[in-house]
């Protein structure tokens, strides 16, 4: 299974999002990535709404991917929020979204952003990813599940 270890960590993870909005989301979650980052928080909500505005992140059965890319990024980074009640994100099925997972990566990291994507995507295609993602409630049980590869997370 793909793990995104190396996009995430437990810090980045909000285990229930109390978000009314798919703005509102993207402002949260872009201000999970500031402070993680030092980035400036609304240069990189305009990045994402921008992105949006090209095509809507939902991306089926309650996920949307947004992603941003930023000149002064260091390596690709990423943010999970699991709402408490899904929003509208225009997403391709026309269903809401609860599991949102934000990526960010450097301007000129084509390939590296295109794999994250990627890895992000196909992990989050798996019915039971999903599933025991809104099973769990705690942020230390979906790091688990997005990250079974991290020795932390297995450690009894």
Known sequence: MDSL???????R???TARWNSRKQVLQEMSGIL?????LDQQTLLEGVMERERLGSTGVGEGVAIPHVRSPIAEAPM???ARLAEPVEFNAIDDRPCDLIFMLLTPED?????LRAL????RLFR?????????KNPSGE???AVLCPNDEASNAA
């Open 118 to 121: 990627s890895r992000v995507a």
């Open 141 to 143: 049980a979906i790091y």
């Open 78 to 80: 990423g943010v999970f």
């Open 13 to 15: 993870i909000v285990a």
């Open 126 to 134: 798996q019915d039971s990813v999903r599933s025991a993602i809104r």
């Open 109 to 113: 990291a084509g390939a590296d952003h």
């Open 34 to 38: 500031a402070e993680a980052t030092g």
């Open 5 to 11: 270890d190396y996009l995430i960590n437990r810090d």
